[in-house]
């Protein structure tokens, strides 16, 4: 964060001090996120700070950093925490790395489709979740986003859970989707986003977990022989903030700045909700063989994974209850 407060016009600057008895204090924020630049998260990244540079008259800037310009998500949630990043839209699969409970909203099939999902992220339960991010992870979290649910590619032909068995897999690096892929026993090979492409083209890996937009839009599907459509797990995102950035904010910039984040990485909610439908129905009318599965394929696969869970996260009985009680 580099301090630049001779931005505001003096006059301007005088009068918001004599009003709010905050010195006024321009800031040049830095957020980071791993999505290519035409992705819905990085788009959001950048309506937010067009909107806090407005919502500040032009004191506050934001430069988003996309691709993994700044490094991949560990690298960027440690500089979170010494302050060296100030902000990051970031896969909750990174953070729940750090706190485990987060775990918890991989549930395989806690979400029955994409709008049930938005309403489990938007509960008071999930939001009450980000409380415990300062203490235990060095970062405030703001909100929640998404990108949708995920599915399963294949290079070869996939009739059955069986047909998984030892395929190289990919996923998506975090506990959660590891320890599902294992109870199928599959091969599961984190791998970043961006090695994706390549690894699925050149067959480094037999087959992929990724969502319905990446699939469509980056074209995942030209190097499959099978689609998968299981909707098995829901994909969140979380509006970060370095804790020490945020303890040298004033009180009206941390609600301005938890406002505006919370807004815009919610707007990916309502974009996965009213997209992810579409994305999926393009890939199957590509011709590629399409299969449209439910938990019943996965046998004792979810079974296995909520009884590791029930071990691994406290929030899994919350989150259950939140699921059941927005089902409709
Ligand atoms: C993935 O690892 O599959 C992923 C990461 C960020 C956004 C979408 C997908």
């Given amino acids: 964060m580099k301090f630049m407060s001779k931005t505001l016009g003096g006059a301007a600057a005088l009068a918001l001090t004599v009003l709010s008895g905050v010195a006024a204090q321009a800031e040049e924020f830095r957020l980071g996120l791993i999505t290519p630049p035409p992705h819905i998260w990085t788009k959001a990244a950048e309506a937010f700070g067009a909107d806090l540079s407005a919502a500040s008259d032009g004191a506050h800037t934001v430069t988003v950093f996309p691709a993994r310009q700044l490094g991949n998500e560990a690298e960027m949630l440690q500089q979170l925490q010494t302050g060296a990043l100030d902000m990051a839209f970031m ?7 750090r706190a485990q409970d987060f775990g918890a909203f991989y549930a395989p ?8 999902a938005g ?3 938007r ?14 992870v060095g970062v405030v979290g703001t909100g929640y986003g998404m990108a949708g649910l995920r599915q399963i590619v294949t290079r070869g032909s996939v009739s059955s859970a069986d047909d998984l068995a030892g395929l190289k897999l990919r996923i998506t690096p975090f506990e959660p989707i590891l320890d599902f892929y294992n109870a199928l026993g599959a091969a599961p090979t984190p791998m970043p986003l961006p090695a994706v492409y390549e690894a699925l083209a050149n067959g480094q890996v037999d087959a992929i977990d990724m969502d319905a937009e990446l699939i469509w839009v980056l074209k ?8 998968v459509q299981s909707n098995h797990m829901m994909f969140p995102m979380v509006g970060l903030v370095s804790a020490r950035v945020w303890a040298g904010l004033s009180a009206d910039d941390r609600a301005m700045i938890g406002d505006l984040m919370a807004k815009h990485v919610d707007s990916t909610i309502d974009t996965y909700v009213a997209k992810d439908r579409d994305w999926l129905a393009q890939v199957r009318d590509t011709g590629k063989t399409y299969i449209e ?4 394929f996965f046998g004792d696969a979810v079974d296995q994974w909520n009884t590791i ?8 009985d919350g989150l259950r209850a939140v699921a059941a009680d927005t089902a409709n």
């Fill in 91 to 97: 896969t909750v699969a990174e953070v729940s790395n």
């Fill in 109 to 116: 099939f806690l979400a029955a489709d994409i709008d049930h």
């Fill in 119 to 121: 309403r489990i992220l």
């Fill in 123 to 136: 509960s008071d339960f999930a939001n009450g979740m980000l409380d415990q991010l300062p203490a235990e």
């Fill in 220 to 227: 995942y599907y030209e190097h499959a022989d099978t689609v």
């Fill in 293 to 296: 599965v439910d938990q019943a």
């Fill in 309 to 316: 869970w029930a071990e691994k996260s406290s929030a899994l």
